[in-house]
């Protein structure tokens, strides 16, 4: 088992930053891709950007390419999204996702998920 659980989320105005983090504890994270997701008002959960074990390969949606980046820190069981430029079609609540091993973009295909923070981004 994995335990998840994201902070960061905030209301800003279009064209700031935040930055969301996902603390992990349980199993041994470093085992673990991490991907993040957001899901809108009346719309499906999407992928939004995942990160290998080592950190060393990362993966995009396209509409957040060149905006956001994701990062971790397994020393502190820590992945990050820093969001840049954000704009008000990015509100939705982000949340963050683990599976074993391989990095993957599909909601299926990840097990362990937190609870979500919300991201409100105003014109």
């Known amino acids: 088992q994995v335990q998840l659980v994201e902070s960061g989320g905030g209301l800003v105005q279009a064209g700031e930053s935040l930055r969301l983090s996902c603390a992990a504890s349980?199993?041994?994270?470093?085992?673990?891709?991490v991907g993040w997701f957001r899901q809108a008002p009346g719309k499906e959960r999407e992928f939004v950007a995942a990160?290998?074990?080592?950190?060393?390969?990362?993966n995009y949606a396209d509409s957040v390419k060149g905006r956001f980046t994701i990062s971790r820190d397994n020393a502190k069981n820590t992945v990050y999204l820093q969001m840049n430029f954000l704009r008000p079609e990015d509100t939705a609540v982000y949340y963050c996702?683990?599976?074993?091993?391989?990095?993957?973009?599909?909601?299926?295909?990840?097990?362990?998920w937190g609870q979500g923070t919300q991201v409100t981004v105003s014109s």
């Open positions: 349980g199993r041994t994270f470093s085992n673990y891709a």
């Open positions: 996702a683990a599976r074993w091993l391989v990095l993957r973009t599909t909601v299926g295909e990840y097990d362990y």
């Open positions: 990160i290998s074990r080592s950190g060393s390969s990362t």
